[in-house]
C-alpha cells in the first residue's frame, strides 16, 4: 500500500466545534499567547497555565470527531496512513485514526516539571480526572504540568514525523496555517514529485509541480480528497 502522510492543524478541529489559533476567533486573540503557551509563561505563573489546560481539556469532553476524522480513519482501508497532527486535542483517535504523531504535546497527558519528555512521567489522565491541581506531582516530586510542547521548547516527535515525511507516496495538509516550525518545514522532507494536496479555506503559499488545492472546509474536502485519491490509485 502507498504511504499517504497528512499533516493537520487547528482548521481540522474547527467543525468539531475547537477554535483555530490564528485569524478572527483565533485563540491567540482571546488568550496572551506568552502567557498560556510559552515554557516562561509556565514558570512565571503556573497556576494559570494549569488552569487554562484544565479547562481545554474538560473543553474536549463537549466535542466529538467531525466527517473528516472519520474519512481521514476510512483512508486507512486504501493506503498506509500517517497522520502527523498538530492539534494537542484527541479528535484523530476518537475517529478512528491508528498512527498519529502529535508533535505538540496531547491534552489528555500529564508529565513533569523537571524533566517533561522522559516517557516514565507521562501519563494519561482518566476522564473523571482532568483538573490538575497546585500541588499534584510527578513521581520525580515536581508538579504535574500539561504534556504540551511550548514555544521555546524542544519537538521532540519532529524526527519520527520527517521519517513519514521521507517514504511519502502522497502528501495531504489540512487545516494549518503553516506559520509554526519545525512543523511548516516538514514540506522540505519531501521526495521530490510527490504529490501535495491542500485542504483549506484559505489559500497557502505553497508550489510545487503536483500540487492540488482544495479550497473547502475538513469535512467536504476530505468527501472531494477520498473521490480523487480513489480514481487515481
Ligand atoms: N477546515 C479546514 N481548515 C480550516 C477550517 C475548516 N473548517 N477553518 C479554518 N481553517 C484553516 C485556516 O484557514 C488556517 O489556514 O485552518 C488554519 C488554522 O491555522 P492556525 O490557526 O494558524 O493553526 P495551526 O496552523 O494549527 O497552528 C499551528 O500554532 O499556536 C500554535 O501550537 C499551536 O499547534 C498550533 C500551531
Given amino acids: ?43 512565571d505563573n503556573p497556576e494559570l497555565v494549569i488552569n487554562f489546560y484544565n479547562d481545554l481539556r474538560k473543553q474536549l469532553l463537549t466535542v466529538n470527531p467531525n466527517h473528516g476524522h472519520k474519512v481521514i480513519a476510512e ?37 513533569s516539571s523537571k524533566d517533561p519528555n522522559n516517557p516514565r512521567y507521562i501519563e494519561t489522565l482518566a476522564t473523571d480526572d482532568y483538573d490538575v491541581k497546585m500541588g499534584d506531582n510527578s513521581a520525580d516530586g515536581s508538579q504535574k504540568r500539561p ?12 524526527d519520527e514525523a520527517i521519517e513519514w515525511v521521507r517514504k511519502a507516496d502522497i ?30 479555506p484559505n489559500e497557502l503559499p505553497i508550489k510545487g509541480s503536483d500540487y492540488h488545492f482544495i479550497q473547502n472546509g475538513a469535512s467536504k474536502g476530505m468527501d472531494e480528497l477520498m473521490k480523487i485519491l480513489l480514481d487515481k490509485n
Avoid at 493506503?79 to 505538540?104: A, C, K, M, P, W
Avoid at 504534556?147 to 519532529?158: L, R
Avoid at 495531504?172 to 485542504?199: E, K
Fill in 1 to 43: 500500500m502507498k504511504n499517504l502522510i497528512i499533516l493537520t492543524g487547528a482548521g481540522m478541529s474547527v467543525e468539531s466545534g475547537l477554535s483555530t489559533f490564528r485569524g478572527s476567533g483565533g485563540m491567540w486573540g482571546k488568550y496572551p499567547v506568552e502567557q498560556v503557551a510559552t515554557i516562561e509563561g509556565y514558570y
Fill in 147 to 158: 504534556f504540551i510542547v511550548w514555544f521555546g521548547e524542544a519537538v521532540p516527535m519532529i
Fill in 75 to 111: 483512508l486507512e482501508k486504501y493506503f498506509n496512513v500517517t497522520v502527523i497532527t498538530q492539534n494537542v486535542d484527541n479528535l484523530h483517535e476518537r475517529g478512528g485514526s491508528s498512527n498519529v504523531i502529535h508533535l505538540h504535546g496531547e491534552l489528555t497527558k500529564v508529565t
Fill in 171 to 200: 502528501f495531504v495538509v489540512i487545516g494549518t496555517s503553516l506559520n509554526v516550525y519545525p512543523a511548516a518545514g516538514l514540506l522540505n522532507y519531501l521526495p521530490p514529485r510527490v504529490p501535495i494536496y491542500v485542504i483549506d
